[in-house]
């Protein structure tokens, strides 16, 4: 018995513009081995955002369709053509993950029928989702689904930063844009694990935020003497390894500038390459699209800058290691890794323009959930 | 028996000015397991040029002193003074490396004497330098001093790039300011060892030089289709690991957009992060001071930069590699790591204005060698 969904898609044309609309979608029953999950949690993160509106200009936001199946047009501004010719013509579903109630199995997975389970894997922002059953996670019993509807990107993240971390060789952590849902989430982290973390925000609000958690280094980037405590910070926790969101400007710089200050401060001879203390940065968002400015003669030779993806990260690490590692967010699903969020939405909601310039904000503190079955 | 010579010294001073000056050094006896090497031989290297002049403005220079103990002063402008902090007021010696005869041997080292060796360790801008035997390299018997002088710092970059090519997984190279001695040899290396190495030169002149050598793949930065060029190159050789000694500007991004287009060549599927080809971009000098820009959405998030010093790299990859990179200089000493010198000079001439405009230039193709014997 087939079963009928929406999808929302986005699509870059030839034409220079972006569309995003809902599509019908039909399901077949699940082979053996698969399942099919009603959505009813899908978190919409940044990563999420690159996909659905990438390269439009949001102030050339046009609507149109209908109540049930809106469109929403943008313009692609000439300027940023090049970096969706791959995409062009492809119409792409979107969302990450999400969790959802098992409503068919397929052969040998019969167990999970009218289960709640989380997944990771795509076109996420729709009714159902047909996924293989090694690919969904089981919810604890008190678990909604929206408790398990962020369980893969913000906390993989926030526990790959800190197994980047002592993977390599570091003891201490700098994150930028620390005030965001991962930023908090990677707070909390740190704070149970007493490893040091140098939060960097933007505002004081920004920082009230991660003090409320505990936070013990919070650094106003806007600060008129944010260059010198951000060395301090770093001389007094050994920070030598920081996770950049933002990448464009001269931030990540910044930080590897103060690094490097802050172990010329025991360093005993002179040496025109810098000190031999290693420093990596890694960029793993693109909040400021902009070039990334590096000053380097500043921080010397032993340095790398790097970016940085989840995915990746998890497939080098390893299969055991991210069993590992998604084992830890299920057993502190509601505690470490609880996400908060502002505001639930239906799924042909997502395409009313002033809820999209709402989500498309990414303000510090909001966080936007699709729910599906809320139509 | 005390033996005394001259020493080649720098010093950045608290007024702002930079002093070049010939100390006078008393070398004592050698010790058990140390000998007395006099220096015939010592060559003036970029990597040299960075602590003798390193902030100073070439164009403020002044001399004094006598015929034979000239000095040489330069106004440091203000914008580089944070950057000489560290050594402000020390009398630094110059001259990563040379070769010569030792002359004096201490308890063990006895069948050193009248032997010729190659040293590495600072201050071979001297007549004489004192070195623990284990940090000499006996020469073979039918090499020079000026064959022995450049056969530590540009042999064994040119075989730490390639042993970091291999290491790191990657099968072709791409270089930048290619028709150095150091790009030149390394063309002689991947010829020998059949390795695909893409050259990038700023001149016809330049390019003729590794045409000369048998390169293959020589681009000329300034070419109007340099960029579609570079693609082909790339997508031809597979190369994915680049070593650029400029650092400034865009061309270390321009080379990373390149090998993901390459790689965009043979992707099935859209992905807003890129591809997932690994692209490494190695920064080994500072030719430009500018900052090094990255225009990282060019480029996905399967990337690397980071600062390559063959000291670092001998020390990570531990004593039996080094040994055996040394053994291979040595083996092929007069073949693929031969050095060209356009012109040796004295130890005074070193102070000399002319003299001093000429080997600053670091124009390619040109290459001072230092024979203290000659005055």
Redesign the interface.
């Known amino acids: 018995m087939a079963t009928n969904g929406r999808e929302l898609r986005s699509t870059a044309r030839e034409d220079g513009t972006l569309e995003l609309t809902i599509a019908d979608v039909v399901h077949d029953d699940p082979a053996a081995g698969e399942v099919l999950v009603r959505i009813e949690a899908a978190p919409i993160n940044p990563s999420d955002l690159?996909?659905l509106l990438?390269p439009a200009d949001i102030a050339s936001l046009r609507s149109g369709g209908t109540t049930d199946r809106p469109t929403l047009s943008f313009d692609i501004p000439a300027s940023r053509r090049?970096?969706v010719g791959?995409?062009l013509g492809?119409s792409?579903s979107v969302g990450n993950e999400g969790a959802g109630t098992v409503i068919a199995a397929g052969e040998g997975a019969e167990g999970l029928l009218g289960k709640r389970v989380a997944m990771l894997g795509g076109a996420m922002f729709a009714d159902y989702r047909t996924l293989k059953m090694r690919d969904v996670v089981l919810l604890p019993g008190n678990a909604s689904a929206a408790d398990g509807a962020s369980m893969f990107v913000n906390p993989l993240t926030a526990l790959g930063f800190v197994e980047t971390m002592r993977r390599e060789g570091h003891k201490a952590l700098v994150h930028a844009a620390a005030a965001s849902n991962l930023g908090q989430m990677l707070q909390k982290l740190c704070s149970r694990d007493n490893i040091p973390l140098v939060n960097i925000v933007r505002s004081p609000e920004q920082g009230a935020i991660l003090r409320d958690l505990g936070a013990t280094h919070v650094l106003d980037s806007r600060g008129a003497d944010f260059r010198s405590k951000l060395v301090d910070a770093i001389a007094e926790t050994g920070a030598t390894i920081a996770f950049d969101p933002i990448?464009g400007g001269t931030l990540g710089?910044d930080i590897m500038q103060a690094m490097e200050q802050a172990a010329?401060r025991t360093?005993t001879e002179?040496?025109?390459?810098g000190s031999?203390v290693f420093k990596q940065l890694y960029?793993?968002g693109?909040l400021d699209?902009a070039?990334?400015?590096?000053?380097?003669?500043?921080f010397?030779?032993?340095?790398?800058?790097?970016?940085?993806?989840v995915t990746?990260f998890l497939q080098k690490a390893g299969p055991e290691v991210a069993a590992r590692l998604r084992k830890r967010v299920v057993d502190e699903l509601t505690t470490t890794f609880a996400s908060r969020f502002t505001r639930t939405i239906g799924l042909a909601a997502a395409l009313d323009p002033d809820v999209l310039r709402g989500y498309e904000r990414k303000a510090t503190g909001e966080k936007y959930l699709i729910d599906p079955t809320r139509g």
Chains 1, 2 share one sequence.
């Open positions: 690159g996909l990438g090049t970096s791959a995409r492809q792409l990448g710089s010329a360093m002179y040496s025109r390459y031999d960029i793993y693109a699209t070039p990334t400015t590096l000053n380097r003669l500043s010397g030779f032993q340095w790398s800058v790097s970016g940085w993806l990746p």
